[in-house]
């Protein structure tokens, strides 16, 4: 009942050559031409929907039929029945979301920023808790990337975070800055807190090595010079807490060099 799509979507070709050939069938069973004739225009197959939108994507077709170009998206759908109401919120959805791999690429380089994410997971189908997460997860990837995924910024920036992570480290191991002091800079420049622990663990370690290093070397001079005896060096050894058979060992060394100087 809509003689302008019909005529448009070319259904009454070839009706004049089936009248024709079929006007005795046609008569026989008491049917008018102009029904047959809407029965044969109805006839037809029809584009899906999908293959409607992918023409549309394509350029093939317009969304909205025109004099110019009558085999238009919206001309497909009122042939296919579908809805009025439901028309327009189809064909909004027809169109591809961004993949995941675009979405945390765009956020990368800038294209998409922190608040763009969550729309775009959710395009993807995520609910907006999942969504959120993803978010989550994306910022931080993109703040520290893979390897595989660095580009030469990446990798050049990264050097130059553990260079100044270098540069901190060695202030706090002079003792140019205090524990919080450190903790706050690291904390600025990206790393966790259980990285944050670490680092100023192994500095702590290595400075309180070397004391204990200083120290051992002053108990060495002494014993091996006479200047202490052997109680009052294992005395001051043990004040040091070595494992038992660190002290044996370093006794055993110094005893040695000890009789030589008698």
């Known amino acids: 009942y809509t003689p302008e799509i019909a005529e448009a979507f070319g259904q009454y070709e070839g009706l004049d050559m089936v009248l024709e050939q079929a006007a005795a069938d046609i008569k026989a069973i008491g049917m008018s031409k102009e029904t047959f004739g809407k ?13 409607g939108f992918e023409m549309m994507q394509r350029g093939v077709i317009p969304t909205e039929s025109t004099a110019a170009e009558p085999l238009g998206l919206d001309r497909l759908m009122t042939a296919l029945d579908i809805m009025p ?18 979405v945390r690429r765009m956020h990368k380089i800038g294209t998409l920023d922190d608040a763009d994410l969550v729309k775009a997971y959710m395009d993807l189908g995520f ?9 989550d997860f ?14 030469e910024e990446d990798t050049e920036r990264a050097k130059q975070k553990d260079l100044t992570k270098a540069d901190v480290l060695n202030g706090y191991y ?31 370690f290595e400075r309180d090595t070397e004391e204990v290093d200083t120290q051992i070397n002053e108990y060495h001079d002494l014993y091996v010079f006479h200047i202490i005896d052997f109680n009052e060096a294992q005395d001051k050894i043990g004040e040091l807490n070595l494992p038992a058979e660190r002290a044996e060992r370093l006794f055993r060394k110094w005893d040695i060099e000890r009789r030589a100087r008698a």
């Open 138 to 151: 994306t910022i931080q990837y993109n703040f520290r990337p893979p390897e595989i995924d660095r580009t």
């Open 39 to 51: 029965l044969w225009a109805s006839h037809w197959l029809l584009p899906s929907v999908g293959q």
């Open 127 to 135: 609910d907006r808790e999942k969504a959120e997460k993803m978010r």
């Open 174 to 204: 002079d003792g140019l800055l205090t524990p919080d002091e450190t903790a706050e800079v690291l904390d600025r420049l990206g790393y966790s807190e259980a990285e944050i622990v670490y680092y100023k663990s192994r500095v702590d």
């Open 85 to 102: 109401a439901w028309r327009d919120k189809l064909t909004a959805i027809s169109y591809h979301p961004y993949t995941r791999v675009d």
